[in-house]
């Protein structure tokens, strides 16, 4: 993004994961990893939602400028973190588990401040 550093970046997204987690916990989830990572990939938060295990992406947008934080999960990415998920599961020997994945979108204000945080349970991968 043209004026946009890297460091604002990252910047962002931790402040975004760490917003998703807040209302993950509201919600009921509990959270079991951040910023899990494989050779393959990095799921931004790995949870729980009762018996459920949830692999979740979180899209952080300062405004719309860029459009909706929702259209920021692409059809590859989704691909990806169902692929990661996978390894997940595997590595953690949890053959036999029920999981989705979940995206959290996020949309902040000038001042950094949530604007519109939206969580969509479930989402399909072709």
């Not at 043209?2 to 989830?29: F, H, P």
């Not at 992406?57 to 692409?74: D, F, N, S, Y």
């Not at 969580?119 to 399909?124: A, D, R």
Request: glycine share 10%.
């Amino acid at each position: 993004m043209e004026g946009y550093r890297v460091s604002d970046r990252r910047k962002t997204g931790i402040l975004g994961e760490q917003l998703a987690c807040e209302a993950l916990i509201r919600r009921g989830y509990e959270i079991v990893a951040r910023s899990w990572r494989c050779p393959r990939g990095e799921v931004d938060i790995v949870a729980r939602d009762g018996d459920c295990w949830v692999f979740v992406e979180v899209k952080t947008r300062h405004g719309q400028g860029a459009g909706l934080a929702e259209e920021g999960l692409t059809e590859d990415k989704a691909a990806r973190v169902a692929e990661l998920a996978a390894i997940y599961l595997s590595e953690h020997s949890l053959d036999e588990v029920d999981w989705r994945i979940d995206l959290v979108a996020i949309e902040l204000n000038a001042q950094g401040r949530v604007r519109r945080l939206n969580l969509l349970p479930g989402i399909v991968v072709d």
